[in-house]
DNA sequence: CCATTGATTGAACGTTCGTACAAATTTCTT
DNA sequence: AAGAAATTTGTACGAACGTTCAATCAATGG
């Protein structure tokens, strides 16, 4: 109805409106923020919210739509060439792993305060599965999920499937907690490590979690930790 | 009146209470739970949260700090057994993880709903920065980390401080998104492998972030060398 | 046995919530 | 310039929020 001509005017109060809603979502979650503190973050009037989107609930989609399209695509493209330029054998784990982890780190290191913002509110969404948050995830990143886990269970020939599924449970929760942002590193170090610190965070995430797939299964001897080294 | 000894009556309404906030915090955070759903849910009335606990944060502390003395002694205890036994070398690095994670993971399985909740909770909580969180977290479980990233930090002597901190950042998130409970594997693997079968977990938790601990340094060939060589 | 105390009830308090809507204003098309 | 459409304003509504409090109930001890 008012597509055509919706470039002009209220586009600078709509995203506006996103950008607030972004910031404030990300820091209190849906419940935690009312529309009255979105808007007057924003500087517009009560009442946009629900002419621009309809409701507050079309308001959370809206934000997690607007930047989860980007990194779907960015994450695919790059599995595409991976596979493209390794066809018809399997990427290597670590080019998977970067493939899965890179868009995401890259858009919260932008300086954007949007997608720094938007990668907390993943963060916490992720963590938090009430229905909201899991439809929302669900629909925006199942399908590039599936794709990756696919092609890490090529890269892992000899792994179940369920160990490939507990790999990449452990791959998104170590991923989503550093994007939190509980400044948790910084107390605990008294301060010698500011986890603002996140450029160096690929060269740590990614051996890491690449090791930790190539020995995701489960131990010979199960119940108890061996007391010597593993041989 | 069954009871050979309570030490007041109003115990029961008082644990009802935790009870049913402990559920509902675990699935709606904060903010998107009322007092009114809590007491209902308790089968109490409205007044007997301010009556018992004196406020909404006082509840949502009280829900922290009833299990999380319980999580800290074992882990704690745990430790102290490893570094008696093995002093004065280092526990192996497989036998810390264990000690950190085994308590929660086995609380979570006992059966009891309240810990299943609870974990949840913590999940959410811990990727949900807000002051609120961010305080009771610190407080109820910082002086046990820092015992840990000791341990950790002497169990990989040939670490930097900082990678042992990343470590720990890596292992705490994928440890708290398994409690979070999303669900997403089941919806993943289209029903083959239900979360739910978290009893096959530490098979591969602890082997994962035991390899990860290890691999987890900068990339020999990273092109960007950090700040300096470890001594 | 009554007095006292803790536990519980039920009803309010003032505030804030999400939403709705008519009127006013701005912007764009013709 | 005129009219239509899009945007913004200001206000109001009913519901739900956290909290308070006097009154009532139940149990215990002296």
Same mark, same amino acid.
């Given at each position: 109805?008012?597509?055509?001509?919706r @470039?002009?005017?209220?586009?600078?109060?709509?995203?506006?409106?996103?950008?607030?809603?972004?910031?404030?979502?990300?820091?209190?979650?849906?419940?935690?923020?009312?529309?009255?503190?979105?808007? /007057?973050a924003?500087?517009?009037?009560? !009442?946009?919210?629900?002419?621009? $989107?309809?409701?507050?609930?079309?308001?959370? @989609?809206?934000?997690?739509? +607007?930047? !989860?399209?980007?990194?779907?695509?960015?994450? +695919?493209? +790059?599995?595409?060439?991976?596979?493209?330029?390794h066809?018809?054998? @399997?990427?290597?784990?670590?080019?998977?792993?970067?493939?899965?982890?890179?868009?995401?780190?890259?858009?919260?290191?932008?300086?954007?305060?949007?997608?720094? @913002?938007?990668?907390?509110?993943?963060?916490?969404?992720?963590?938090?599965?009430?229905?909201?948050?899991? /439809?929302?995830?669900?629909?925006?990143?199942?399908?590039?999920?599936?794709?990756?886990?696919?092609?890490?269970?090529?890269a892992?020939?000899?792994?179940?499937?369920? /160990?490939?599924?507990?790999?990449f449970?452990?791959?998104?929760?170590?991923?989503l907690?550093i $994007?939190a942002?509980?400044?948790?590193?910084?107390?605990? !170090?008294?301060?010698?490590?500011?986890?603002?610190?996140?450029?160096?965070?690929?060269?740590?995430l990614?051996?890491?979690?690449?090791?930790? $797939?190539?020995?995701?299964?489960?131990?010979?001897?199960?119940?108890?930790p061996?007391?010597?080294?593993?041989?």
């Open positions: 109805m008012s597509q055509a001509r @470039s002009s005017a209220g586009e600078e109060s709509r995203s506006r409106i996103l950008d607030a809603a972004e910031a404030l979502f990300a820091d209190h979650g849906y419940d935690g923020v009312s529309i009255r503190q979105i808007t /007057e924003a500087g517009v009037q009560t !009442s946009m919210v629900n002419y621009y $989107f309809g409701s507050k609930d079309a308001l959370w @989609s809206a934000v997690f739509e +607007r930047r !989860s399209a980007h990194l779907g695509e960015s994450r +695919r493209s +790059r599995l595409d060439a991976l596979e493209r330029h066809a018809p054998a @399997s990427p290597p784990l670590e080019s998977l792993i970067d493939a899965f982890v890179r868009p995401i780190l890259e858009a919260r290191l932008s300086g954007d305060p949007g997608w720094q @913002s938007f990668t907390r509110l993943i963060a916490q969404a992720s963590n938090t599965p009430n229905v909201r948050n899991v /439809e929302q995830l669900s629909q925006q990143y199942d399908p590039t999920a599936r794709r990756f886990i696919a092609a890490f269970g090529h892992l020939p000899d792994r179940s499937e369920e /160990e490939v599924m507990w790999g449970s452990f791959l998104m929760g170590a991923m907690h $994007f942002e509980t400044r948790r590193v910084d107390r605990l !170090s008294d301060g010698h490590y500011r986890s603002a610190s996140l450029e160096r965070i690929t060269d740590h990614t051996p890491f979690l690449a090791a930790g $797939f190539r020995a995701c299964r489960a131990a010979p001897d199960s119940s108890r061996s007391e010597g080294p593993a041989p």
